[in-house]
């Protein structure tokens, strides 16, 4: 197998170079290096969008997902990806309207103004840095075990986790966003065959689709129906995930910034409905990789899954692939998240732009050795620290759709909401206040309220008065 | 314009109709796993039909999009 990772190995190593080095430029602009210029076409926009969004969570975290709660784990990601982006065409449009003809710096300085209100934006990038640092950790983590697995011994698991962090830093540094949205291209498609070919093999081991779930049905009958075995996918679960969701292109920096540097309005909506097809591709066969895992591994712990059905049980080529196609996955998307961290921090600093950028590099920097230590003392399932991080950042979705729909005067009172709803969220996550009343999930009583809030703050909002400009007559 | 804007609409309606049903006994009926189609579970087939549907409904939505209007206008 070694002798396949080298091959595979350095062919991305070199593709990703290539990369960097087209997307570098001498004396390219502040603009060019956080937004790649705004001028992003279709194919680019929907791989580096699927990359950003189809990580180790995807990966190695959706096939664990359905091995332990079964077949309804498809509603919690593939029907709410289904009606994410039909939200991404109806938000898609209006944010890009909104931005048209200013420069855009991130969601938190544009929602500084829309409010006109700093404190708006201070706390959307709060939320951003608080849920998107430990799901970054527990990706870099995530690959840090599995190339331990691969290759036991020779380094400790933050060898890795360092080694991964540099590389994030190196060619983000050298190629701005383009040069991550390059590499993007190349990890999507990294990713999508890889998880085929795993997914392929695991399927090939029932003989067919039909037998696959005759067999599970006969190993344990609950993983073929709702709420599964663990009786976490209860209907109230599945819907507070699809709003969680639902808001990521919303709330999650890293997704609005591709929308915007999307060249076209056309390009955008294009790139919505690829990214859906797109969405079911990838999915479709952690199915198969998570029923293989249920009928051979189903008393084993995460880890030891992972090795088999990834490694172990898998052709020597195919293994390498597949470490190759798990630091893609991994890589493209914590890269995404700091640079995207990185990107907020700029919307919000004020002075000098060689001044800003400096410190916006600093910053990413800082974030990136924030997610190391997170990446060696986190210890959590993938998908459910990935869900809280969803959930964590959608708790701002209603406040930025408020503030780029409405066309009044909004009230600042949404923002103390949103901050006090991120607060009583961090304490249920703590475990200091409960996270079920009455039966209902704190997240969605969260979600419903903030909503209920929005609403209310519009439609109790003061109408801004267009002021005609004065003729020379008038004057 | 006002036909987009219907159409439109009535993508919208369509999409919410989809989402809501997912959570009802309709598609995740708790602890059943037939009525079968072709050996694939109940809620993984009906829920993949939806998946689909609501990728279909977003190329729609493309095409009757009231913004669409403006497609030749970029930032």
């Given at each position: 197998m070694i002798f396949w990772v080298w091959v595979f190995g350095l062919i991305y190593a070199g593709l990703l170079v290539f990369a960097s080095l087209k997307s570098y430029k001498k004396n390219r602009s502040s603009e060019e290096f956080m937004m790649a210029g705004s001028n992003i076409g279709l194919t680019l926009g929907v791989l580096t969008f699927a990359a950003a969004l189809f990580s180790t969570f995807t990966f190695l975290g959706m096939p664990d997902f359905f091995r332990i709660n079964g077949v309804a784990a498809w509603i919690f990601l593939a029907v709410s990806d289904g009606a994410m982006v039909f939200l991404l065409l109806w938000f898609g449009y209006h944010i890009r309207m909104k931005v048209k003809g200013m420069e855009f710096r991130g969601v938190a300085g544009l929602?500084?103004?829309?409010?006109?209100?700093?404190?708006?934006?201070?706390?959307?990038?709060?939320?951003?840095?608080?849920f998107l640092i430990p799901y970054v950790g527990i990706q870099i983590q995530g690959i840090a075990i599995f190339m331990d697995a691969a290759f036991p011994g020779s380094f400790p698991a933050w060898g890795w986790s360092?080694?991964?962090?540099?590389?994030?830093?190196?060619?983000?540094?050298?190629?701005?966003?383009?040069?991550?949205?390059?590499?993007?291209?190349?990890?999507?498609?990294?990713?999508?065959?890889?998880?085929?070919i795993i997914g392929w093999a695991c399927l090939s081991h029932f003989g067919g689709i039909g037998p696959m779930f005759d067999k599970i049905g006969a190993v344990q009958e609950d993983l073929l129906s709702s709420p599964g075995p663990q009786g976490l996918l209860t209907p109230q679960f599945l819907l507070a995930s699809l709003i969680a969701i639902l808001m990521i292109p919303v709330t999650q920096p890293q997704f609005t910034t591709r929308i915007v540097v999307m060249k076209s309005m056309k390009t955008m909506q294009l790139m919505a409905v690829s990214l859906g097809a797109f969405a079911i591709l990838?999915?479709?066969?952690?199915?198969?990789?998570?029923?293989?895992?249920?009928?051979?591994?189903?008393e084993y712990g995460r880890d030891e899954f992972f090795a088999n059905a990834f490694l172990y049980d898998q052709p020597d080529a195919v293994a390498a692939l597949a470490i190759i196609g798990l630091i893609a996955a991994g890589l493209s998307t914590t890269n995404a998240q700091i640079f995207a961290l990185g990107s907020e921090l700029r919307g919000l600093l004020r002075g000098n732009e060689n001044s800003i950028m400096t410190k916006t590099k600093i910053?990413?920097?800082?974030?990136?050795?924030?997610?190391?230590?997170?990446?060696?003392?986190?210890?959590?399932?993938?998908?459910?620290?990935?869900?809280?991080?969803?959930?964590?950042?959608?708790?701002?979705?209603?406040?930025?759709?408020?503030?780029?729909?409405?066309?009044?005067?909004?009230?600042?009172?949404?923002?103390?909401?949103?901050?006090?709803?991120?607060?009583?969220?961090?304490?249920?996550?703590?475990?200091?206040?409960?996270?079920?009343?009455?039966?209902?999930?704190?997240d969605l009583i969260l979600f419903i309220a903030l909503g209920l809030a929005a609403v209310i703050s519009h439609l109790t909002g003061i109408k801004r008065q267009l002021i005609r400009p004065k003729t020379e007559t008038e004057n | 314009m006002e036909k987009k804007r219907l159409y439109w609409r009535i993508c919208c309606i369509a999409a919410i109709i989809l989402s809501i049903i997912t959570f009802t006994p309709l598609v995740i009926p708790q602890g059943v796993s037939t009525p079968e189609l072709g050996g694939v579970p109940y809620s993984l087939w009906t829920s993949f039909?939806?998946?689909?549907?609501?990728?279909?409904?977003?190329?729609?939505?493309?095409r009757v999009h009231p913004g669409m209007q403006n497609e030749e206008e970029d930032l």
């Open positions: 929602i500084s103004r829309c409010y006109e209100n700093r404190l708006a934006g201070y706390v959307f990038f709060l939320s951003s840095f608080l360092a080694g991964i962090v540099l590389i994030m830093l190196i060619y983000s540094e050298i190629g701005g966003l383009k040069a991550i949205i390059f590499s993007d291209a190349i990890q999507g498609l990294l990713l999508l065959a890889v998880i085929w990838v999915i479709l066969p952690t199915i198969f990789i998570g029923m293989y895992g249920a009928d051979l591994y189903s910053g990413i920097f800082v974030f990136s050795v924030i997610a190391f230590f997170f990446s060696i003392i986190v210890i959590d399932q993938l998908v459910l620290l990935a869900r809280v991080s969803f959930a964590g950042t959608g708790i701002m979705g209603p406040m930025i759709i408020l503030g780029i729909l409405s066309n009044r005067k909004i009230s600042p009172a949404i923002i103390y909401l949103s901050l006090t709803g991120l607060i009583i969220f961090l304490l249920s996550l703590g475990g200091w206040i409960p996270d079920m009343y009455f039966g209902v999930r704190l | 039909i939806i998946t689909v549907l609501l990728v279909v409904l977003t190329y729609i939505g493309t």
